[in-house]
């Protein structure tokens, strides 16, 4: 067996990768051994400490379903979902902000008439939601966008039992009209943890963190000839704004959203009480790429 200390270790398990052929993997897999290693020899990693943390990623994996993704959320709260975005778009130009997919996409959604209640029989203030689809300074037309949020209590409709049988609610997708334009009605989002009964939650736990996300709607819009956009619009105001369990918040991102108490709302009907407009212009970046992929699908194909 060959000699080692802990530095030409390292270079040992870098040699044993020399025939990769992939140039890609080859990179992948060198810089993870090294920043792994270093991260051992930084910290002097206990062995009870280490077969903690494969007890802790075992554990995430097994709270894993077709409908719970708790790598994502790791991931997430660790900062690199939204590192993995930040890397991947460094220049906007004048684009509209990325954030986080989060692992409440269930893949493409149902198409629904412009001015559709997304929420119906759902209780919450009403909202009228009127976005417009825009890129090189041009309304673009034709253009799929996927809408979803959590209801009042926290939850999206994959969370709940009913979503087996009842299929979805708060989530929608619109096809933009002539002028780049659609619009839906909802009810306002609220601010809501990520789920906490998980290994994820035992990290909040144990490092004084708070799970809470500011209230915000997602939009994923996916226009040809343009790079797919995956973003939230952010209710003005919220309390988490600046604290976000999952480091999703950009300014340009944050809307003001109205309260308006006429008792007719965009869509003709009258509300019984208050009522919110909400209306944001997504800029889409001359480009390619592909529109994620649900990882909750992969899991159940
Ligand atoms: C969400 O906004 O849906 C979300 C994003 C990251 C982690 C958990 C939830
Ligand atoms: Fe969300």
Redesign the pocket.
């Known amino acids: 067996m060959s000699q080692f200390n802990d530095r030409t270790l390292t270079q040992q398990v870098l040699d044993s990768f020399a025939n990769t052929s992939d140039p890609r993997l080859k990179t992948l897999i060198s810089e993870l051994v090294i920043s792994l290693h270093e991260f051992v020899r930084k910290t002097n990693l206990t062995f009870e400490e280490w077969d903690f943390a494969i007890d802790f990623l075992t554990r995430t994996g097994q709270k894993c379903t077709a409908t719970r993704q708790e790598f994502i ?1 790791l991931s ?1 709260v660790l900062g690199v979902s939204i590192l993995v975005d930040a890397v991947n778009h460094r220049s906007r130009d004048d684009a509209t902000e990325t954030t ?1 997919l ?3 996409y269930v893949g493409e959604h149902k198409p629904m008439p412009h001015g559709s209640d997304i929420a119906a029989g759902i209780p919450g203030e009403p909202m009228f939601v009127n976005a417009r689809v825009t890129g090189r300074g041009e309304p673009l037309a034709n253009v799929p966008v996927d809408v979803w949020h959590a209801d009042d209590d926290g939850f ?1 409709d994959c969370q709940r039992p009913a979503y087996e049988t009842q299929g979805a609610s708060l989530r929608a997708r619109f096809i933009t009209g002539p002028d780049g334009e659609f619009s839906f009605r909802t009810i306002l989002p609220c601010s809501y943890p ?1 789920p906490t009964d998980g290994p994820v939650g035992q990290l909040f736990a144990a490092t004084n963190r708070h799970a809470m ?1 500011p209230a ?1 709607v ?1 939009f994923l819009v996916n226009a040809p000839g343009f790079e797919p956009l995956v973003t939230h619009v952010f209710v003005e105001g919220d309390k988490y704004l600046k604290s976000d369990a ?1 480091f ?1 918040v950009k300014d340009e991102l944050v809307a003001r959203v109205k309260r308006h108490d006429d008792p007719i709302m965009p869509d003709g009907s009258s509300p019984s009480g208050p009522w919110h407009a909400m209306s944001y212009e997504f800029r889409l970046r001359p480009g390619t790429g592909h529109a994620p992929q649900p990882l909750m699908a992969a899991a159940m194909e």
């Open positions: 959320l997430d986080v989060g692992p409440f999206y990520v996300r915000h997602h999952v999703g």
